[in-house]
């Protein structure tokens, strides 16, 4: 099994900074690949950015060029920059990760609880 605990959500203005961070912890287990979506009241949850094992990264239009995403590969840590802000980036943030566990080719995935992102001024 694999645990992911958020943090880095709270309130900011519009045009404000966040940073997310998520941890990984567990035993005998490989990460394939690392990512944040996100979750607005009456939506469905979304891709924000994932980040691969090689490092490859992909965005949603929505966020490109104003959210990185990067990994701390020795702390099975990864991280959500988020620059410039708007409204409509409000809503709950989780984690998800895809793993390998212990020698078992087959990638299992999993989410963290979700960290709140309210941008209001």
């Known amino acids: 099994q694999v645990q992911l605990v958020e943090s880095g959500g709270g309130l900011v203005q519009p045009g404000g900074s966040l940073r997310l961070s998520c941890a990984a912890s567990?035993?005998?287990?490989?990460?394939?690949?690392m990512g944040w979506y996100r979750q607005a009241p009456g939506k469905q949850r979304e891709l924000v950015a994932r980040?691969?094992?090689?490092?490859?990264?992909n965005y949603a239009d929505s966020v490109e060029g104003r959210f990185t995403i990067s990994r701390d590969y020795a702390r099975n840590t990864v991280y959500l920059q988020m620059n410039s802000l708007k409204p409509e980036d409000e809503a709950l943030y989780y984690c998800?990760?895809?793993?390998?566990?212990?020698?078992?080719?087959?990638?299992?995935?999993?989410w963290g609880q979700g960290t709140q992102v309210t941008v209001s001024s």
């Open positions: 980040i691969g094992s090689g490092g490859s990264t």
């Open positions: 998800n990760t895809d793993v390998h566990l212990g020698t078992d080719w087959r990638i299992r995935g999993y």
């Open positions: 567990g035993s005998r287990f490989s990460i394939v690949s």
